[in-house]
């Protein structure tokens, strides 16, 4: 992935607000790269455009050398499911149904039969960890259980690129630095490459790469 000249503005009672300002990114095929930047400078926003849940005011996002926001509507929400995972800090899992039926759903929204659906679920949820606990619902999964759901359910579909925003931040150390382990673990053995945010200087360094957001523009550290 590559964006060029990236640049998003938010309009607030009549204020502008400039988050992005003509940022440069490169994401090399399984890389892990961390983002870092003070509260506020548009890391999530980024995240959010990078995974086209949010489009630039002006740049582009090429993925394999196509410009994402030039695809319709219907292409762009299959490269959302088919190409791209996400995880956020808060899991955002359905309170309903139980881990595995929450770590299917990106298959089944890809129109995944369901049979093939849950027997990928179930490998998935015990790579992670969590084979004698699928059919227990969020409310009944720790915290890093349930964001343990949440990476599952993120890589589902066999994604190229995960984008994670602060995916530890929610977590105490122990069970942030285990999650991050796990992480790395379906980074080195899947070859996808992920894209996190996070506060935690700790974890940045033990990223491929680390770039700062400052003053709108991405910058590189390592």
Do not use: W
């Amino acid at each position: 992935m590559e964006v060029r000249g990236l640049s998003k503005t938010f309009h607030n009672g009549g204020r502008e607000i400039r988050v992005l300002r003509g940022a440069d990114f490169s994401l090399q095929r399984a890389e892990m790269v961390g983002i870092i930047g003070a509260s506020g400078v548009g890391k999530t926003t980024l995240l959010q455009i990078l995974g086209t849940l949010d489009r630039p005011t002006a740049g582009r996002v090429l993925y394999e050398g196509e410009d994402v926001f030039a695809l319709g509507e219907g292409a762009r929400a299959r490269f959302r499911n088919q190409k791209v995972g996400f995880i956020f800090q808060f899991h955002h899992l359905l309170a309903e149904f139980s881990a595995l039926e929450n770590a299917m759903m990106p298959a089944l929204i890809g129109g995944t039969p369901r049979g093939l659906a849950r027997t990928r679920a179930a490998q998935i949820l015990n790579e992670v960890g969590l084979g004698e606990r699928m059919d227990h619902k969020p409310g009944a999964l720790s915290g890093g259980e349930r964001q343990r759901v949440a990476v599952a359910r993120a890589v589902m579909n066999a994604p190229k690129i995960v984008l994670a925003d602060e995916p530890t931040g929610n977590l105490d150390s122990h069970t942030g630095q285990a999650v991050f382990e796990l992480l790395r673990k379906i980074h080195n053995t899947h070859e996808v490459a992920f894209v996190v945010v996070t506060h935690n200087q700790h974890l940045a360094d033990e990223m491929d790469r680390v770039v700062c957001i400052t003053d709108g523009r991405i910058e590189l550290l390592n």
